[in-house]
Nanobody, 130 residues
Framework: QVQLVESGGGSVQTGGSLRLSCVAS????????MAWFRQTPGKEREGVSA???????AYADSVKDRFTISQDNAKSTLYLHMNNLKPEDTAMYYC????????????????????????WGQGTQVTVSS
């Protein structure tokens, strides 16, 4: 069974840092693009950062130079290092496996509704206070 399990969310003040982790089952992790999406109430889910099947990386403009995506293939784990957090980063963050043979740009801009539910984690809340 496909599983994505996130951890690492929490509450921080503006300027703080957090590291999100996502442990993925081997089947979904190997050869798949991986991404982090986020959602705030009343808004659509949006791509934050992604790693393509080719190893490329991509970031939303709003998080460039502050967030870093990385992966540990041996542990089937995806990370999102978030620095200099801002109140507008407050959201539920989701680990996603958009699919195989996708570049980071394609994964980052994948339509959330086109990604099967089974390829989403349960989400981890990040709250940044001013």
């Amino acid at each position: 069974q496909v599983q994505l399990v996130e951890s690492g969310g929490g509450s921080v003040q503006t300027g703080g840092s957090l590291r999100l982790s996502c442990v993925a089952s081997g089947y979904i992790y190997s050869g798949s693009s991986m991404a982090w999406f986020r959602q705030t109430p009343g808004k659509e889910r949006e791509g934050v950062s992604a790693i393509g099947s080719d190893g490329s990386t991509a970031y939303a403009d709003s998080v460039k130079d502050r967030f870093t995506i990385s992966q540990d293939n041996a542990k089937s784990t995806l990370y999102l290092h978030m620095n200099n957090l801002k109140p507008e980063d407050t959201a539920m963050y989701y680990c996603v496996a958009p699919g195989p043979r996708m570049t980071a740009i394609q994964a980052l801009h994948a339509m959330p509704t086109a990604i099967p539910v089974a390829r989403w984690g349960q989400g981890t809340q990040v709250t940044v206070s001013s």
